[in-house]
Structures are given as structure tokens and as C-alpha cells.
């Protein structure tokens, strides 16, 4: 079942009958999905889409009140391929109010290849990162989250 549907599902019974806290028990909720629903719907969108990861999102989502920060970081982490780390101290950067350091990312990574990346995404339907170094060495990641997930990759490659 997929993150949000699943939060959407559980959500309703945090209730104002269930007290301040909730009084939900941890194995049916976990306090950080729920914050997620609280996030705009384009941020949302790009977890759901595989764009971001879990812990982008945990990250964005503690940005309280800035939609158009948490916009703006969103478009950043894409389009830069950011790390969560990466994230998290441009985010320490601006709630310190200092001018935050810029993200350490690799070398821009050349159109051609992006646009390969980006293939390699709408096949596999997820996220996939492909690295090279300046030698021209490098690796593809197919990322996936459980074996269900594994199993439909598998049948991709296999063209079934």
C-alpha cells in the first residue's frame, strides 16, 4: 500500500476523541508520516512519484510556515539530485538566518547524461540514479522499497 492512502486511512482516527496526543498506538501510527500529510500537494506529488525519498520529505516538512521555502527547496532537490544531508543543512542555514552554504553536490551532471537518467526513471518507474566519475566509470542505482517492488523490476528487465 502506498505511503499516503495508507496515512489518509489511519489518519481519521486521530480524532479529537483520542486526546491531545492522539492516544494512537506506535504500531498503528508513526508520529513522522503524519507530519507528511501536512505538506503541500506538489511535495506530496514528488514523494508519491519517487522525485524525493522519505527523508527528503521529513526534512521539508520541518519547514513550518514557508510554503514557498519548501516549494523552492523541492525544485532544488530535483534538480540538483540532492542528498538529504544536503538538504537538511540548507534548511539548518536558513532557520539560523544565515545565508546557507551551498549544497555539496557532484559535478553537474551533463545533459546527455541526465536525460539517460531520466529514462532509466520512466522505465524502471522509480527512482534511479546513474554516477559517473570523471574517468567515465560510474554505476546505476534502481532503488525500490520492498520485494514486491524487486520482483516488478525483475519482471521489467525480464520483459514480462
Do not use: W
Not at 542555514?93 to 520512466?122: C, S, W
Amino acid at each position: 500500500m502506498e505511503t499516503f492512502p495508507r496515512l489518509r486511512a489511519i489518519h481519521p482516527i486521530r480524532s479529537p476523541f483520542h486526546g491531545a496526543s492522539g492516544d494512537v498506538p506506535p504500531t498503528l501510527v508513526a508520529s513522522n508520516h503524519l507530519r507528511l500529510l501536512k505538506l503541500p500537494e506538489e511535495i506530496q506529488i514528488a514523494l508519491k512519484d519517487r522525485a524525493i525519498s522519505m527523508g527528503h520529505a521529513r526534512a521539508l516538512a520541518g519547514i513550518n510556515g514557508n510554503l514557498a521555502l519548501q516549494n523552492s527547496l523541492l525544485r532544488q532537490i530535483v534538480a540538483e539530485d540532492l542528498s538529504v544531508r544536503a538538504v537538511e543543512e540548507l534548511i539548518a542555514g536558513y532557520q539560523d538566518g544565515k545565508k546557507p552554504k551551498p549544497a555539496k553536490t557532484n559535478v553537474a551532471m551533463p545533459e546527455h547524461l541526465r536525460n539517460i537518467q531520466d529514462q532509466f526513471r520512466a522505465f524502471f518507474g522509480g527512482k534511479v540514479d546513474l554516477k559517473r566519475d570523471e574517468r567515465g566509470k560510474g554505476q546505476i542505482v534502481v532503488k525500490f522499497d520492498n520485494d514486491a517492488e524487486l520482483n516488478r523490476l525483475i519482471d521489467l528487465m525480464e520483459g514480462k
